[in-house]
């Protein structure tokens, strides 16, 4: 017998009336939940907190508050929210900061209606999603910052967590930039393991999200290993 698995819940927010209602209709078209959506920043923060969607389909430009202040507050809120964001624009100022401010991903307006829905699925599973290009701009950012020194969790530091080895080889695959579902292929176990060592290694070492992590991973050198 085949698990039921509940639709992905959505939460569209764009302040174009035309083109939310148009993106909120075709996910719920394609069987995804919309649980909710939003014309504004502050509307949006409070809405997702009352609904608590697992991916928000997020415009930058909004009013009242920007995009990127409100992917950092919801994704502080609730590390397990998953963001993506669907703009206008392809600035690489834009893609990185709203990468650093929690997004798992980044699709520009331009996309179709079949990569927007893939897009969200996608981000609903975990993996990063980019508009074609974006992805080796964002690689390239994480390396840059690894190379700026941060306060971190030392795993080798007495009494600090101890990554299992199958956590430190996830993390790794992670920084080389593989999706879950690349990794679960590569190492023969579930997407659904996958996910629950990269939650468990993101609790050990007081992490907040996936850029974090690949942060982390870069730091100390295992992308290269």
């Not at 893609?95 to 079949?114: D, F, I, P, Q, R």
């Not at 993390?171 to 590569?186: P, T």
Request: glycine share 6%.
């Amino acid at each position: 017998m085949t698990e039921q698995r509940d639709p992905v819940r959505v939460m569209v927010v764009d302040d174009h009336p035309m083109w939310r209602d148009a993106v909120a209709r075709d996910l719920a078209e394609s069987g995804l939940e919309v649980v909710a959506t939003a014309g504004d920043g502050e509307q949006a923060v409070r809405r997702a907190r009352a609904t608590a969607p697992d991916v928000l389909v997020l415009d930058l430009n909004l009013p009242a508050k920007p995009g990127v202040q409100v992917c950092r507050e919801l994704v502080a809120h609730d590390p397990a929210l998953r963001v993506l964001v669907l703009s206008a624009s392809g600035e690489h100022a834009d893609v990185l900061e709203a990468v650093k401010s929690g997004a798992t991903g980044y699709l520009l307006k331009s996309a179709s209606t079949e990569e927007l829905l893939d897009a969200v699925r996608r981000t609903a599973a975990g993996d990063p999603v980019f508009t074609p290009g974006l992805a080796g701009l964002v690689l390239g950012e994480y390396r840059r910052l690894a190379a700026e020194p941060a306060p971190a969790p030392d795993a080798g530091e007495p009494g600090a967590p101890r990554l299992t080895d199958r956590e430190t080889e996830v993390l790794r695959l992670v920084a080389k930039g593989l999706s879950y579902k690349q990794i679960a292929e590569r190492l023969v176990i579930s997407h659904r393991t996958v996910q629950n060592h990269v939650q468990n290694t993101l609790a050990k070492l007081q992490l907040h999200n996936r850029v974090e992590l690949v942060r982390y991973a870069i730091e100390r050198g295992l992308d290269d290993a």
